[in-house]
């Protein structure tokens, strides 16, 4: 399998580069730095490359040396805390062209390299249906991003695009060792996900052939409390 993950070098895009790259599979792992894309596909067999979403008129060039796509994960995010009082435009303007119009424009550039037994799955994250203060445009690109799962699994047909909406990720760089016994005691499972168990939901989009057009939330039930 040829796959390629968008975002791969760190989090649980890492984590989903190294699960391929295990099983034999030919992986490239993309970061905005060349050195760290390198580096960290080496420790896990897998290729690396440097490509910037927020600078999406560079993309195509930078995946131009891909032959082939079985799987694409787009899994690169960039964390922006920006309120409608106190809105910064220049931030702003990075997340919602990073996440919409930088994710479009890789589907676009690979698009030629993809065929009717292709997957992938795109990020967005449960900040959509629970913002939190400073979140206006998180919520907000990650509601553009079920709707971006709709409109390529309608137009991209047979190809297969699929959505994964994390909560808060307990083990995950970001958020461990941050003070959530609130969002523990919201949450049904008891706990909080952790990166391999979102991981494992990206493998089974990928490669289900009967899931298709799915947002697939992966919280441990924090929406139902």
């Not at 787009?74 to 919602?96: M, P, Q």
């Not at 997957?119 to 079920?146: D, E, H, K, L, W």
């Amino acid at each position: 399998m040829s796959v390629v993950v968008v975002g791969g070098s760190a989090g649980i895009g890492l984590e989903v580069a190294r699960f391929f790259a295990d099983l034999g599979d030919d992986v490239l792992l993309t970061s905005r730095d060349a050195g760290r894309a390198e580096r960290v596909a080496k420790e896990v067999g897998a290729r690396g490359a440097a490509l910037d979403l927020a600078q999406p008129e560079t993309i195509a060039d930078a995946l131009a040396g891909v032959e082939r796509v079985d799987h694409l994960v787009l899994a690169a995010i960039e964390r922006d805390h920006n309120t409608a009082a106190e809105y910064v435009i220049e931030r702003a303007l990075r997340l919602v062209t990073l996440k919409l119009v930088g994710y479009t424009e890789v589907v676009h550039a690979l698009l030629p390299k993809m065929h009717a037994g292709s997957s992938m799955v795109i990020f967005g994250g449960q900040a959509m249906q629970r913002p939190y203060p400073g979140s206006t445009t998180v919520s907000t690109v990650n509601g553009g991003v079920v709707g971006l799962v709709h409109t390529l699994a309608c137009e991209l047909a047979p190809i297969r695009v699929n959505g994964i909406h994390p909560g808060i990720v307990g083990d995950s760089p970001y958020w461990e060792g941050k003070p959530l016994d609130a969002v523990v005691a919201r949450t049904p499972l008891g706990r909080l996900a952790v990166m391999n168990e979102v991981r494992d939901a990206v493998v089974f989009l990928l490669r289900n052939g009967a899931i298709n057009g799915v947002n697939l939330p992966v919280d441990g039930g924090w929406l139902l409390k």
